[in-house]
């Protein structure tokens, strides 16, 4: 049995981690701190896990952590860096949820992030935790980034288009929506329900801090640089992304169903969809996976590629999970076959 810990657990993430590794048939949480909730019981904060869990917040400082055998950081950008060194000396598999160790460009990330970096050999070490394109690398690591929800939808709708060099990549662009859940659970004015519900906005257009993570993920795909214009957006629900990508292509006679089917066809969390399909958030609402359906639109040259997924379990906790599994070798679908709740 393999036993985890979790720091940072009283979030959307935290709270998704928890609902996945306690149902999870190898694992036992032994850890999970809070500093402003160190005593509660988490079931007390997560009603939803009564009788499921019975543990208490500890405070971050816990030596218990270092007793276990993966840890999870679902913290704010700049903790992990701080606390997973120490694990990882004591042999601690770490799973950071945030963005710490995503940029490999230290100073790219300390301009996006406000922040300069602590650890930059352990930045250097750590595999970037998209299954799909790491899998190999994620088994022996000893620290692995999770992707961000936007780069997660974006680059594994996009990847097969950008390996083979299918489309030009001068010109790529990201229209990507969110629910709420995504900006966390900490109170936002624009997140409150007055001022999200009935509305629908853009933000970051000038830049976003997942632009940096989705074209490092493609340009390594792709062997070249690419140009991306990635605009996010906020829509009025809980959770879910929608990502509408486009690309030019360069053979218009192209088959994408087959290029797409053939690239996923042995992903257990990638479910390419039959032609002329358009993927529904709530398909995948609670679940790992990314339904993604392929279009070419009519008297143009373009490929039009829709990507959704729930951002908090593909998208965060789930692929967390994932990686969690390929790294401790465990069936990588363990813990993680759900269906999606509706309505």
């Known amino acids: 049995m393999v036993t985890a810990g979790i720091v940072g657990g009283t979030g959307y993430t935290g709270v998704e981690l928890l609902r996945l590794l306690a149902a999870h048939p190898e694992v036992k949480l032994t850890t999970i701190t809070s500093r402003g909730q160190a005593g509660q019981r988490v079931d007390a904060v997560f009603p939803n896990l009564r009788g499921v869990l019975d543990l208490r917040f500890s405070d971050p400082g816990d030596a218990s952590l270092a007793a276990c ?18 694990l990882v000396e004591r042999g601690v598999r770490v799973i950071d949820l945030g963005a710490d160790f995503r940029i490999r460009d230290l100073a790219l ?8 970096h602590t650890c930059p050999d ?26 961000g929800c936007y780069p997660t939808a974006v680059q594994l709708g996009l990847l097969p288009l950008v390996e083979t060099r299918a489309v030009e990549l001068s010109h790529v662009v990201a229209d990507a929506k969110s629910g709420a859940s995504g900006a966390g659970r900490q109170p936002k004015q624009h ?13 970051g257009a000038g830049g976003h801090r ?13 062997g070249q ?24 292509l360069k053979d218009p006679a192209t088959d994408l169903q087959s290029l797409y089917e053939a690239r996923y ?40 590629v829709l990507a959704v997924e729930d951002n908090l379990v593909k998208g965060a906790a789930g692929q967390a999970v994932q990686n969690m599994n390929l ?9 993680l076959i759900h269906t999606a709740v509706l309505p």
Do not use: K
């Not at 997942?210 to 792709?222: D, K, S, V, W």
């Open 69 to 86: 055998d993966v840890v999870f950081f679902a913290t704010p950008n700049g903790t992990a860096m701080q606390m997973a060194p120490a």
């Open 265 to 304: 066809a042995d992903e257990p969390f990638v479910d390419v969809l039959p032609p002329g399909s358009h993927p529904e958030t709530r398909s995948v609402r609670g679940n790992n996976l990314v339904r993604i359906a392929v279009h070419r639109p009519a008297d143009s040259d373009m490929a039009l």
């Open 122 to 147: 352990l930045a250097a070490e750590a595999v970037y935790g998209l299954p799909e394109r790491h899998r190999e690398a994620i088994r022996s690591a000893r620290l692995v980034a999770n992707p």
């Open 225 to 248: 640089p690419v140009g991306l214009t990635f605009v996010p957006h906020l829509v009025p629900m809980i959770r879910g992304i929608h990502a509408t990508l486009y690309a030019p």
């Open 109 to 116: 990330w300390s301009q996006w992030y406000g922040m300069e």
């Open 327 to 335: 790294m401790l070798g465990l069936d990588e679908t363990a813990g």
């Open 191 to 203: 997140t409150l329900l007055c001022e999200a519900t009935e509305n629908f906005h853009a933000y």
């Open 210 to 222: 997942h632009l940096p993570e989705i074209r490092q993920g493609l340009e390594e795909a792709a």
